[in-house]
């Protein structure tokens, strides 16, 4: 595996995009920052990183062989594989839909996947992943934001936790290659947020009770209201309450 380490730059993300346009990548070449000077969030956000604390890092892959209907299993594998070494070091770990990473009620990593398509098949795909370690003060408007050290109260060896976090995500995607995407679906569901039980959501017509019945091949969250009548989102649809 290439693994490419910049002091700083402006976007893990925007980096690997340029390097793939410009040369032939291997795939599985991972970029790491000490510091993004412009750190890209979901929905246009910026995302808030102290220089040298936390984990800022993205990952080419090539999964030429999914269709561009598919390409939210991506993002389930790699929650997945993000959520599964958390696991390791804390009780309480779970990814909101569709793919941020939660530490019960507080935001832990944040995952940014943009997939390049060819025809309609998927080229590659950059995966940024933004996981909060030895940050201690947040102070950017991040509604919520949570790091491994505030919880366990110890200090994280970030190189270390990126090869764990980088094996992790590889075997996801074996798992994917391999044709058993039926596993991850199964996993990813049963770690959401909010997996059991009713809870309240909003969406365009305002607040209502509902539980989570399935997340769809094409990344829809399904809820079924307290009155028994289903719903489906796609992302931003519908916001947990
Ligand atoms: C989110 O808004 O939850 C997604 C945050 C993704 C942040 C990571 S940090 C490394 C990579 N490079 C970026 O510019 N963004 C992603």
Redesign the pocket.
């Known amino acids: 595996m290439n693994l490419i380490y910049l002091d700083e730059v402006?976007?893990?993300?925007?980096y690997l995009h340029e390097l793939l346009q410009r040369e032939k990548c291997e795939e599985g070449t991972c970029v790491q920052t000490r510091f993004?000077k412009?750190?890209?969030?979901?929905?246009g956000?910026s995302?808030e990183?102290e220089a040298g604390k936390n984990l800022?890092?993205?990952l080419v892959l090539f999964p030429d062989f999914l269709s561009a209907v598919d390409q939210f299993i991506l993002s389930q594998m790699v929650s997945l594989g993000i959520k599964e070494v958390l696991d390791n070091y804390m009780e309480g770990v779970s990814i909101k839909w569709p793919n941020?990473i939660y530490w019960h009620e507080k935001?832990i990593?944040?995952?940014?996947i943009e997939n390049s398509l060819m025809g309609s098949h998927i080229e590659h795909t950059v995966i940024?992943?933004?996981l909060n370690v030895n940050q201690e003060l947040f102070v950017s408007s991040a509604p919520n934001p949570v790091s491994m050290k505030q919880i366990t109260g110890r200090e994280f060896n970030l190189e270390a936790l990126l090869n764990e976090l980088l094996q992790s995500i590889f075997s996801q995607y074996l798992k994917l290659i391999q044709d058993e995407d039926g596993d991850i679906r199964f996993r990813y569901l049963n770690s959401l947020y909010r997996r059991d039980g009713f809870h309240k959501y909003a969406d365009a017509n305002g607040e209502f009770m509902a539980r989570i019945e399935k997340v769809s091949q094409t990344g829809r969250l399904c809820l079924i209201t307290d009155s028994g009548e289903q719903r489906e989102y796609y992302f931003k649809e519908v916001s947990f309450v």
């Open positions: 402006h976007s893990t993300n925007q993004q412009a750190g890209r969030g979901q929905q956000n995302w990183s800022t890092f993205s941020d935001k990593a944040g995952i940014l940024g992943i933004g």
